[in-house]
């Protein structure tokens, strides 16, 4: 019999809740009976406070002191990368994306190799899809971030005007972000400017992460950073072939953990990432406002209910899914006919459904299962 040993450290606040969207559905689909190969076991734990939601880890083993030790390394792993990552706070003794943007206009900042990495990264993805995803658009982001807050917090219920977002575009050009890789120093030439890598940050450290699981000796897990970004490695060790991820319906309720996924993935060692306008969002006069913002109308982007990016590295899935959620269908399906090793699957907003020829073969519905 499967033996399955779980555990969970911390409990998720509001935003881990609203984060939660492929993580309730874990237990359906990660648990299933049958025999493990070579008498392994599989091991569950989840753990609070990085990048805003919940980290599970899932892995077949045969020592709960192996899984402890991988957990431990993926949680100290993922802290120090939010740390490193992170706009909104600072840390005694560490140069991070805070510092950087308290330093706009003044000064280069010294960063590490990590950060350095991150940003080259997107430059690299940039070329693919210019201008769909912008890591200066931090003064837009933060506004429309500041009126989500305060909605949510039972402050103010708002729109930012037009005149402020256009205002604050004129501090998010790309171009004014130096980058020295000899000297390991970023540099935003002009006050104000800010630095925001939401849209690639958690599958970045989520990808560095499994790298240093599967060199940890990891050969068959999970990792879960809410749910929206799952890593997978290698393949189930036991009776079933590919793993099974279910994909959620945007119309369905994330803390109702019974109902059932819009469809489920079988797939092994791949990153399956979702961006949606359900995941972040406030409601205004009936009209909801969710946190994937047009980098051209500074606006919601309004063509998609969900888009779910299927492709082996994380941090290319976690970009990939946001470029894909900004673009229209048609430019969308040309990014991805160029890019290649990569399936996606676009829920519109009247609820139809498109999807690549390789993501619908691997899905369970499209198997008569």
Sequence with gaps: QTKTNTKRRGYPGRDALIFCLLLILLPA????????????????????GTFDTVIQIIAYTDSDTQFQEWVSQAETRFRQLHKLFDIYHEYEGLNNLFTVNEMAGIQPVVVDQELIDLLMFFIDMDQSAPGAVNIAFG????????????????????????????????????????????????????A????????????????????????AGMTSGIISAGGSNVRLIGKPADERSTWQIGLQNPDSNPLIPDEPPLDVLLVNDQSIVTSGDYQRYYEVDGVIYHHLIDTKTLQPARH????????????????LSTAL???????????VNQLGDCEVLWIFPDNRIEATDGMRAHLKSAQGN
């Design 29 to 48: 689909f990660f648990s299933l009976p049958g025999c493990n190969r070579d008498n392994t076991i599989k091991y569950s734990d989840s753990f609070t």
């Design 139 to 190: 003064p837009v982001l933060s506004i429309w971030h500041d009126y989500r807050t305060s909605a949510l917090d039972g402050g103010a219920v708002a729109v930012p005007d037009q005149e402020l977002l256009e205002a604050a575009s004129l501090l998010c050009n790309l171009d004014k972000v130096i980058i020295d890789t000899g000297e390991n120093t970023v540099f935003l030439q002009e």
């Design 192 to 215: 104000g400017m800010q630095l925001d890598v939401g849209a690639i940050a958690k599958g970045y450290a989520t990808e560095l992460v499994a790298r240093d699981l599967i060199a």
């Design 304 to 319: 998609f209910r969900a888009v779910t990016v299927m492709t082996p590295d994380s941090a290319r899935a976690d970009f």
């Design 325 to 335: 959620f900004l673009l229209p269908i048609d430019q969308g399906l040309a990014l």
